[in-house]
């Protein structure tokens, strides 16, 4: 049903209602009642407006048009009740058809209330976010032109239909090689046992062909949505409206699943804690915004990923990798062999008359496909799953140099870096959602993923459906549930998407941006002549979506993660009163949060680059019509700068070329690559780090406290809230002072020393000196001051040690198996300024809130609000200018003030300065290996540091000044080595980013 009200004046008749649960509705209406008067209740503004009931006559002129001062509100009415909404609705409708709205014609715009897609009418009016900044004793000002709200409930039925092919295909595929053995054992399975050293397969498969000797024109190529004519027949034959690929439909579904789950985080509980503080968020290439064409052809609209001008697919190694490594994996070695050129008896898969296999199905407007990679029997369902190939993290991050990245190994199952479980955490937050959306179209088990470089392959690994729904939705199952609600989802915003240019093919970008309650979504004509018909006309939908739980509602994340409670989903899609200049200038936004720019490969030249450009490709029968653009190339800071490639986000380039021209033997050897491990040997910490060249100039040491911990300092008194009267005389407030203490005394974690203060007021007094003991504690295990400190390389010799380690205590030990003995240090999110006072206050906060707290929906109990207070404990820190870094082994000092402090800004978008400070001048000298490699063009000794192993600290130049007046070795007894410091960082930085450098005094 679809109920039309030809202006927007009649919204001033859509009344507010009051926000109730079922509980409390019959206690509220009847509180209302004796108020006010059972006639007139009190008006009430909330999200949740109604339709006017149908006995309320609607106005004959325009003069009546006017929101009422006080009114009407139906109490018996709750989103629950469908059903009433419904008759409300019919009946709402019939009485407009029967006024004469002939006056009202000079008013075009049409606010329209549909149904849902399943023929359930909505129960509600949404009220949107502009509407709720108006006053409610004033008319709402109107801030769209069209507005159409629906209902997604559960139907008990799947969503898709399996529909029967309309030409033969080939068989599925199967696994070759003994790797149907993955299928049937849970988690990774190594191609090379790293312990015996035993092959788990062939040894053929170990060595991955080199994309430039295998023949993909002799394979085949994809075929887009519009150009399969089978899609086209089946949807016309079953007459749905959009016909889809997984390729062209996975984007548009993972936006719709960031709506209708309120940018719900993924579940990183299964890995180990090496991930407790990374990311829980979805990727940014995740999140991108999608474009894509609908392509309009009698009726029916085919959906194509819309190829951009900086999409350069075609010289994308890992695009051509993975087609060629799924014929690796399901052919024979000798039917395989006779796909690379150098065959004497060449095989082409094009001249076989049926196509690949897909899977057909359809939904209520769609109809979708799906390729079959492979398929066994004993697996359970269809027994199909899909084949994913999943390259190590360095040539993901850095594709056009992908020949130098290839050294890097998978040599363990757990850790932060060199490990499958690193891969997988990446697969969760990038690749999952996508893989579950593509399951589900294919009617798929699980996905089998080889994990390989380009010249290798390290392991394989088979994921159910369950499991990635454990990861992305905390739970096997619920993946079916979010399917069920984002298909029908996005059928509502393709139907609506299609009205405004109607029997043309459209061009649609959909965005949904992390922290923004609303999905933006853009169209435009795709054939459009501006010279002739002016600019081309942009629509802007605004799509929102508010969820419920057995009536109840409640945020998108929580109803995402219930597995029991009928779950419906209310959403509004509205058109906003935008001018089209305005609206030009937000899809421009969008797209350049599209923009990809790459990373030029080691040696070559942007001029160099442009001249090779056209020799590119992989695909050797046909050429890429992409043209050289220099705005998506970076320049270099430096030949050999790993870290710019390794820290761009977008860096995802696509393409390949030979490998440069021999490079000297200390480049090679930082490519093969040697990782680095920051390493407290008093406190037996540690804290992982990559190569030098890739996180040197994030300074890793400044993200841990170098200073001493500060003095506590706790107000003398703080009035907790008084204890609850029916606890006052029983439980612990009935126990002595001695025996509180006492409990307060076994209490090690400050936290909950401040937690049980605040129960009572006379256990403040009695906490005071806990809490300092306790947070006292607390700062000295998280602070390095005055500890033996390292960098290890994982290429060390064994028996390789600092001059300052060469004592008894480490005759024998390898610096490089610390790393597996020693816990993790703690690490602040953000680099420390100055003494850290700052962050360390913010900790606190964070603290308090933790576990208890972070996940509930409402405001922290006054109690905890008011313990801010103990934030103001630690006193501030002095100013960065006066502090200086102090060896203590060999009483030798830094200045602050001596640094390179005012370097210029730098065009690269990935800092905008170079934050030099004390922890850059610690880890330029306490890094120690055998392996001279450090990912940097500087050519120094910077891998056998002159303090490595020694005892340092930060402290303020007037503290040495105070030990010297007290006895102790003072400033005039140290060495100062600012000004040697200063100059070997300044060559560092010269010759890692090749900028102006201050000109040195010596």
């Given at each position: ?57 609607l106005p004959d002129s325009d003069s009546d048009i006017r929101p009422d001062p006080a009114p009407r509100i139906n109490h018996d009415y709750h989103p629950k009740s469908f059903a009433s909404a419904l008759s409300v609705l019919n009946n709402l409708e019939n009485e407009l058809k029967s006024q004469d709205f002939s006056s009202y014609q000079q008013l075009p715009d049409t606010l329209v209330v549909e149904d849902s897609t399943d023929g359930q009418s909505s129960n509600r009016e949404t009220e949107s976010d502009h509407d709720r900044d108006c006053p409610p004793h004033l008319p709402r000002a109107i801030k769209y032109t069209r507005r159409v709200d ?329 993946g079916d549930r979010v399917f069920e609600k984002c298909v029908p989802f996005l059928e509502a915003i393709l139907s609506e998407a299609i009205t405004y240019f109607p029997n043309q093919s459209l061009k649609l970008t959909m965005e949904k941006r992390e922290g923004e309650g609303s999905l933006n979504v853009f169209i435009h004509p795709e054939d459009w002549n501006e010279t002739r018909e002016g600019p081309t006309p942009i629509v802007q939908l605004d799509v929102t979506v508010e969820n419920f739980l057995d009536g109840v509602s409640v945020p998108g994340a929580k109803a995402v993660g219930n597995d029991t409670g009928t779950w419906v989903s209310l ?392 030990e010297g007046n007290a006895g102790e070795a003072g400033v005039a007894e140290w060495e100062d080595v600012s000004t040697a410091v200063a100059r070997e960082l300044r060559l560092i930085l010269h010759a890692e980013f090749d900028i102006p450098m201050p000109p040195s005094n010596e």
């Amino acid at each position: 049903m679809v109920l039309r009200v030809d202006h927007l004046h009649c919204l001033a008749r859509i009344r507010p209602r009051p926000r109730l649960s079922p509980q409390c509705h019959s206690r509220h209406r009847s509180r209302n009642l004796s108020k006010h008067g059972a006639s007139d209740p009190p008006h009430s503004s909330s999200r949740h407006p109604i339709l006017p009931l149908p006995t309320d006559p609607l106005p004959d002129s325009d003069s009546d048009i006017r929101p009422d001062p006080a009114p009407r509100i139906n109490h018996d009415y709750h989103p629950k009740s469908f059903a009433s909404a419904l008759s409300v609705l019919n009946n709402l409708e019939n009485e407009l058809k029967s006024q004469d709205f002939s006056s009202y014609q000079q008013l075009p715009d049409t606010l329209v209330v549909e149904d849902s897609t399943d023929g359930q009418s909505s129960n509600r009016e949404t009220e949107s976010d502009h509407d709720r900044d108006c006053p409610p004793h004033l008319p709402r000002a109107i801030k769209y032109t069209r507005r159409v709200d629906g209902v997604i409930e559960s139907k008990g039925r799947p969503v898709l239909e399996d529909l029967e092919p309309p030409f033969p295909q080939q068989p599925i595929a199967r696994l070759a090689h003994g790797l149907d053995r993955v299928l049937f054992n849970p988690g990774v399975y190594w191609f090379q046992d790293p312990r015996s050293r035993v092959y788990n397969f062939p040894t053929w498969l170990g060595n991955v062909p080199s994309v430039n000797d295998f023949s993909f024109e002799r394979v085949g190529t994809f075929v887009s949505s519009s150009r399969d004519q089978d899609l086209w027949t089946l949807a016309k034959r079953e007459d749905r409206t959009f016909a889809g690929s997984t390729s062209s439909l996975t984007g548009l579904l993972s936006h719709v699943y960031f709506l209708l789950s309120g940018d719900r985080e993924v579940n990183t509980l299964n890995i180990s804690q090496h991930f407790d503080y990374e990311s829980k968020g979805f990727t940014p290439g995740q999140r991108m915004p999608t474009s894509v064409v609908l392509r309009h052809n009698d009726g029916v609209y085919a959906i194509d990923s819309d190829k951009k001008e900086t999409d350069l697919a075609d010289r994308n190694v890992l695009t051509w990798l993975g087609t060629m490594l799924e014929k690796f994996l399901t052919m024979p070695q000798e039917q395989f062999s006779r796909l690379l050129y150098a065959s004497n008896d060449p095989l082409d898969l094009t001249k076989i008359p049926e196509r690949e296999a897909y899977r057909f199905s359809k939904s209520e407007k769609f109809v979708m496909r799906s390729q079959l990679d492979c398929q066994d029997p004993r697996v359970p369902g269809t027994g199909v799953f899909d084949i994913k190939t999943r390259a190590v993290f360095p040539i993901r991050m850095d594709v056009m140099n992908y020949e130098e990245n290839s050294g890097y190994l998978i040599r363990k199952l757990h850790g932060p870096l060199e490990s499958f479980e690193k891969e997988y955490y990446d697969l969760i937050r990038s690749a999952f959602l996508k893989y579950s959306f593509q399951a589900r179209i294919g009617n798929m088990d699980g996905v089998f993923v080889a994990y390989h470089s380009t010249n290798r392959i390290f392991g394989f690994q088979y994921i159910p459906l369950d499991e990635m729904d454990e990861c992305l939705f905390g739970g096997a199952g619920r993946g079916d549930r979010v399917f069920e609600k984002c298909v029908p989802f996005l059928e509502a915003i393709l139907s609506e998407a299609i009205t405004y240019f109607p029997n043309q093919s459209l061009k649609l970008t959909m965005e949904k941006r992390e922290g923004e309650g609303s999905l933006n979504v853009f169209i435009h004509p795709e054939d459009w002549n501006e010279t002739r018909e002016g600019p081309t006309p942009i629509v802007q939908l605004d799509v929102t979506v508010e969820n419920f739980l057995d009536g109840v509602s409640v945020p998108g994340a929580k109803a995402v993660g219930n597995d029991t409670g009928t779950w419906v989903s209310l959403y509004s899609i509205s058109t906003p009163i935008f001018s089209q200049d305005e609206i030009r200038t937000r899809l421009l936004s969008v797209k350049e949060r599209q923009f990809r720019s790459y990373n030029l490969p080691t040696g070559i030249s942007l001029d160099a680059m442009e001249a090779r450009w056209a020799d590119l490709s992989f695909d050797k029968s046909r050429t890429s019509d992409v043209a050289f653009d220099r705005r998506l190339w970076r320049p270099r800071a430096g030949e050999c700068h790993a870290a710019a490639r390794a820290r761009a986000g977008g860096a995802r380039g696509d393409g390949t070329w030979p490998l440069n021209p021999p490079l000297p033997r200390h480049r090679l050897l930082f490519i093969m690559g040697q990782f680095w491990c920051l390493l407290n040997l008093d406190k037996c910490q540690k804290e992982s780090l990559v190569k030098l060249g890739e996180c040197f100039y994030e300074g890793p040491l400044s993200h841990i406290l170098l200073s001493r911990p500060p003095p506590i300092k706790l107000v003398p008194y703080f009035k907790p809230p008084p204890a609850s009267p029916s606890f006052k005389h029983t439980g612990i407030h009935g126990l002595p002072n001695e025996m509180v203490d006492q409990i307060f005394g076994h209490l090690g974690d400050y936290v909950d020393c401040i937690r049980l203060a605040l129960t009572g007021r006379r256990y403040w007094n009695l906490a005071r000196p806990h809490i300092k003991r306790a947070m006292a504690a607390h700062f000295a295990s998280l602070s390095w001051a005055g500890d033996r400190i390292i960098c290890v390389g994982n290429n060390n010799e064994p028996d390789d040690l600092p001059p300052a380690l060469k004592t008894d205590e480490f005759l024998g030990v390898d610096l490089r198996k610390l790393e597996d003995k020693f816990q993790d240090a703690f690490t602040f999110s953000r680099p420390l300024y100055g003494l850290g006072r700052s962050s360390l206050c913010v900790k606190i906060m964070q603290d308090l809130r933790k576990d208890r707290y972070d996940l509930l929906d409402k405001p922290l109990p006054r109690a905890l609000s008011s313990a801010r207070i103990f934030m103001g404990c630690i006193p501030k820190g002095t100013d960065a200018d006066s502090l200086v870094l102090r060896n203590l082994s060999k009483h030798k000092f830094v200045r602050y003030s001596e640094l390179l402090l005012d370097l210029a800004p730098m065009e690269q978008w990935y800092w905008s300065r170079l934050d030099v400070d004390l922890a850059w001048a610690a880890l330029a000298r306490i890094c120690w290996s055998t392996d001279e490699g450090i990912a940097m063009a500087y050519d120094g000794d910077l891998h056998r540091g002159v303090w490595a192993g020694d005892r340092l600290d930060i402290i303020p130049i007037e503290e040495m000044q105070d030990e010297g007046n007290a006895g102790e070795a003072g400033v005039a007894e140290w060495e100062d080595v600012s000004t040697a410091v200063a100059r070997e960082l300044r060559l560092i930085l010269h010759a890692e980013f090749d900028i102006p450098m201050p000109p040195s005094n010596e």
